[in-house]
Structure formats: structure tokens, C-alpha cells
């Protein structure tokens, strides 16, 4: 039943995409072509579409609908999804494109681009039979959205939880049916992150809703006995959210156990995906047709280009930040990695700003990342990694100012839904490796924020390497960790760490591709407009043009000149 329900939904979604709509930025609706809005309409369902079937994702993005639904991955809510991406892109290629606007006709390829992308990933790469993480992230995306954003009271938030916590046990057993032959790097992997997962909402699920136990000594006093019944009902909904809470930890527990005993015996597929699917895989989410033999060499020109420039003694003697140090110090730099920012780029009005521990669920990645919902922005950071003291403030440029928080609020002024909600990890991972750039560039006089830099950037890119090897050439596992210790001057155990990142997350490439490409299009446009050149205001131009894969915002921004 919920499975012929999710396709109804989806259909209904696409029937219903003729309705009126506001139309591109700077266009009245009756100034707009008929063509242009169906294409708008379509992308407004395919949104919507996406948020009923991630209600984790549409929290965080402030769509409020689906905050009692709790993640689902049946065999027939895939096939159901499935089905529904078909039928938009069959929709989409419904429209004539010649009777489109030029920028509707570049909005139509990025959309159906990101169309197949999903499709792949559903169809072809099938991470829901093949990545046991896949369920972790759906899960923890879910409840921390609720935990950790103070959209609406504590008590309102907590009984969302609860509903969602009660569906944990239901993925779980779904994921039991559905996982198959996972590569065994990945069920090791999410061994560990359920276990973080489970430390999260043992400990810091009840400390993100305590308050609701506060007596409201005040309320009571005034209200008398009303004051007294409403204190009884929060009572009631915080038993009710420690029982649902309990259960899920024993969901959990379980599905542990069984990755331990069952799963992880059967894990023998492979990590990679293969030339042909990771070539597909970029085309289809960054519009990259670069063969993957060009990708390598064009990689490995900039892994040498790079580690030219660096001193591997003096990167050896910079000191290291100890563990328990490592937020104060980053809370330290917010003021004057705004004062940078705001000299580069216009900035969006300023979000409330927390600098905490990333959470225990989170998987192998970068030292920090950011997250931002409504008027509050978290720049996570794994203290357990140290950096060394220089890449600090690279870290706030990246993860806020001004890169991602700064590319995330921006992206709110953005009209157009397909630039806005198809987004490219070129565009936003590549935005916040070029503002590491953009800092390194500002402190010239402070040669160890050089070295960090260039550090930092090498790491990324032997990553990068790494990531086309094994996905796109048959490198094993040990062959990219000799390759990371080798030329990005990193140990053993670190090299490993990186490897693994490398494997598990093959559009990690994205991001230097992004670096590279923000670059280039800057020295074009720095020659095209000679010392009228603004550095601010071609930053502002990349940000209004949404988060489009690269390839269509070179389009966009030839389009606009």
C-alpha cells in the first residue's frame, strides 16, 4: 500500500506540473514563455518529489511537511522511487527544448543530468543493497536535523523524534532484507558509525531535549492547576520519547551484531565502482565528459605541479594543535575570517554560529564541515584528527566564510529551482577548496598559512588521485595509501585514513575539479575585463548563478555577459 501510494504521489506530482509559477528571476510570469514554465513546474514536483522521499534532507532545508516521517527503504519504496525518476525524466524529455529560452534550455540539461544521476545510483551502483552506511545516514540525518536546529520548541521537536526514532527499528530490518554482497571496507566502515550512531542517541538525543524537563515553576505558580496538566503532558511526552528512544537503541544494537556475525563474513563485492560507471557517474552529477584517462594525467600534473612548490621540512617542524584546543581556537578566528570574507564576496545576513564536535555517526572525511538550517550554522569539526595550528583558519574559510555557510545562504536569494536545489559537489566542494585558496592568497606575508595551504591542497588532490585510480583504473586499496604516504607527506596510518575516503566516496574529486575550474573561469574573466576586473563582484556573479555542475555554469555566465 505505501508503495503504490509513493508512485501515485509521484505521478500526481508531474500531472499536477502545469499549474502557474513565479518563472525565472527577473521575468514577470506573462513575460515568460509557456515552454519555460512547464520546465519550472516540473522542477518545483521533482523537488517536492525528493523531500517526501528524504524527510532528513527536507528538515534541514526548512521544509517542515515531513518532520514526523521517518526514513523508509523497502524493496518496493525503490522500485516505487525508481519509477518516479523514470517518469520525470520521460516528462522532461516530453518538452520541446528548441521552443525553450536559452537559459531554460540549460536548466533542462542540468535537470536531466541530475535525473540520471539518481537513476544510476538507484539502478546501476544500488548503495541501499551495497552500502550499509547508506542507512546511517539516512537515520542520522533524520533525527539530528530534529535534534540539533532549534526551528521550533524543544517539546514540539522532541515528539517529531520520538515518531522517527519508532521507524528506526523498520529501516533496519528493511536494510537486513535488501543488503547483499557489500565490499567489506564499507560494512567495517558502518560497523563503526552505527556504533556512533548509537552513542548519539543514547547520549546526545535526551541532552538536545533536556529542557523539556525544566519545571515551569513560573507557569505552574500563575496557572494553577492548568500550569500543573500541561507539566504532566511533557512528562508523558518525555517518557514517550525515552521508550521510542530504547527501542531504537536496540534496533541498532542488533543490526551491530548482525553486521558483525552475518554480514561481514558476506561482504566480497568489490569497493570500486568501475571505469565505465564512474565515468558515467560524473557525467551524469558534475556533466564532466573528460575520459578517465585524461582525468588521471590532468591529476596527476597537478599532484606534481603542487608538490613542487611545497617544503616538506618546514611543514615537518609547524606545531600541532592539541585536541582540547581546537574549537576555542576556531571560535577565536570568526571575526577575522568575516572581516576577509566581506572584502571578497557579499555576505548574507549573519546566522548564529556554533563550532562543535561533529557528530558521533558521521563517516570518514575532512577535519570540518558545516551545516546550516534556517538562522543557525554548525561548523562541525573531528578533534580527534589533529592539523597542524596554520590550517585552522583555513578551515573556517572553507567550511564558513566565505565559503560553503557563505555559498549556502546566498544560495537562498537564488530564484531559479534548478540551479538552486540540483546542486553539483564541483560547485559547492570545489567553492570551499577555492576559498582555502582565496585566504592562502590574502596572507602572503605569513608563510606558514603557505605551507598549511599548499599541504592542505596536495592532500586533497593525491586524494583526488587516489579516487580515479581506484574507481576509474583497478588501484587497490594499499596502492592509494602508498600513493597518498608517498606524495602528500603524510604517515602510514593517515595515508590509510585518506585511502579509505577515497574509496568509499568517488565524486570526492569533484572538488578539486571545482577548485580548478573557479580559477580558470577567474584568470578569464581577470584578461576579458583588464583593470576593470572586481574580484568581489565576480564572486558575487559565480554565487547568483546557483550550485549548477560547472560545464552549465561557465554556460550561465557566458550567457549573462
Keep these: 500500500m505505501r508503495t503504490a501510494c509513493l508512485l501515485a504521489l509521484a505521478l500526481a506530482s508531474c500531472e499536477a506540473f502545469r499549474g502557474p509559477d513565479l518563472g525565472p528571476v527577473g521575468r514577470m510570469p506573462e513575460e515568460t514563455p509557456a515552454d519555460d514554465r512547464l520546465l519550472d513546474s516540473l522542477a518545483e514536483a521533482c523537488v517536492a518529489w525528493r523531500y517526501s522521499q528524504d524527510p532528513g534532507a527536507a528538515t534541514l532545508d526548512g521544509i517542515h511537511e515531513y518532520d514526523d516521517v521517518a526514513p523508509s527503504a523497502s524493496r518496493g519504496d525503490i522500485d516505487a522511487r525508481l519509477a518516479a525518476l523514470q517518469y520525470h525524466l520521460r516528462t ?117 531535549f533536556a529542557e523539556v524537563l525544566v519545571p515551569a515553576l513560573d507557569a505552574s505558580a500563575r496557572d494553577g492547576a492548568a500550569g500543573l496538566v500541561r507539566e504532566r503532558e511533557r512528562l508523558r511526552a518525555w517518557q514517550d520519547f525515552m521508550a521510542a528512544r530504547a527501542d531504537a537503541l536496540k534496533g541498532v544494537e542488533e543490526f551491530v551484531d548482525w553486521m558483525r556475525k552475518e554480514l561481514l563474513d558476506r561482504s566480497n563485492g568489490p569497493v570500486a565502482l568501475g571505469a565505465e560507471i564512474f565515468a558515467e557517474l560524473l557525467e551524469c552529477r558534475e556533466m564532466v565528459r573528460t575520459p578517465v ?7 596527476y600534473d597537478l599532484l606534481a605541479e603542487t608538490r613542487r612548490r611545497i617544503d616538506s621540512e618546514a611543514l615537518r617542524t609547524m606545531g600541532a594543535t592539541r585536541a582540547d584546543g581546537v574549537l576555542d581556537e576556531m571560535r577565536a578566528l570568526l571575526p577575522v575570517l568575516r572581516s576577509f570574507a566581506a572584502d571578497v564576496v557579499t555576505l548574507a545576513p549573519d546566522p548564529e554560529i556554533s563550532i562543535l564536535d561533529a557528530p558521533a555517526f558521521r563517516g570518514p572525511g575532512d577535519l570540518a564541515s558545516s551545516e546550516i538550517s534556517g538562522n543557525e550554522a554548525h561548523l562541525c569539526v573531528t578533534t580527534g584528527d589533529l592539523p597542524i595550528r596554520a590550517r585552522l583558519p583555513l578551515l573556517v574559510a572553507a567550511e564558513l566564510w566565505p565559503g560553503r555557510c557563505t555559498q549556502a545562504l546566498r544560495l537562498r536569494d537564488v530564484a531559479n529551482r534548478v540551479r538552486r536545489s540540483n546542486g553539483s559537489r564541483g560547485f559547492a566542494d570545489g567553492w570551499a577548496f577555492y576559498c582555502e585558496q582565496l585566504y592562502v592568497e590574502s596572507a602572503s606575508d605569513r608563510p606558514e598559512i603557505a605551507i598549511a595551504g599548499l599541504h592542505s591542497a596536495l592532500v586533497r588532490i593525491a586524494r583526488g588521485v587516489a579516487a580515479i585510480e581506484i574507481h576509474g583504473n583497478g588501484m587497490t586499496l594499499d596502492g592509494a595509501a602508498a600513493l597518498l604516504e608517498k606524495e602528500a607527506f603524510l604517515d602510514r596510518p593517515r595515508a590509510e585514513r585518506e585511502a579509505r575516503i577515497a574509496a568509499l566516496d568517488p565524486l570526492i574529486v569533484a572538488q578539486i575539479l571545482g577548485r580548478e575550474e573557479f580559477l580558470r573561469l577567474r584568470a578569464a574573466e581577470r584578461a576579458r575585463l583588464g583593470p576593470k576586473f572586481s574580484l568581489k563582484a565576480f564572486h558575487d556573479r559565480l554565487l547568483s548563478c546557483g550550485q549548477p555542475p560547472l560545464p552549465a555554469l561557465e554556460e550561465i555566465l557566458g550567457a549573462g555577459r
Design 92 to 208: 522532461l524529455r516530453a518538452i520541446d527544448r528548441t521552443r525553450l529560452s536559452p537559459a531554460s534550455r540549460i536548466d533542462a540539461g542540468v535537470l536531466d543530468a541530475h535525473l540520471r544521476g539518481e537513476i544510476l545510483e538507484l539502478d546501476r551502483i544500488r548503495p541501499w543493497e551495497s552500502d550499509p552506511t547508506w542507512y546511517c545516514g539516512r537515520i542520522g540525518a533524520a533525527l539530528h536535523s530534529l535534534a540539533a536546529f532549534r526551528f521550533e520548541p524543544a517539546d514540539r521537536r522532541m515528539e517529531h523524534a520520538a515518531r522517527r526514532l519508532r521507524g528506526v527499528g523498520t529501516l533496519l530490518h528493511q536494510a537486513r532484507e535488501n543488503l547483499k554482497n557489500p565490499a567489506r571496507l564499507r560494512t567495517e566502515t558502518a560497523i563503526a558509525q552505527f556504533e556512533g550512531l548509537h552513542r548519539y542517541v543514547r547520549r546526545a538525543m535526551p541532552a538536545a
Design 293 to 299: 584517462p585524461e582525468l588521471l594525467k590532468r591529476g
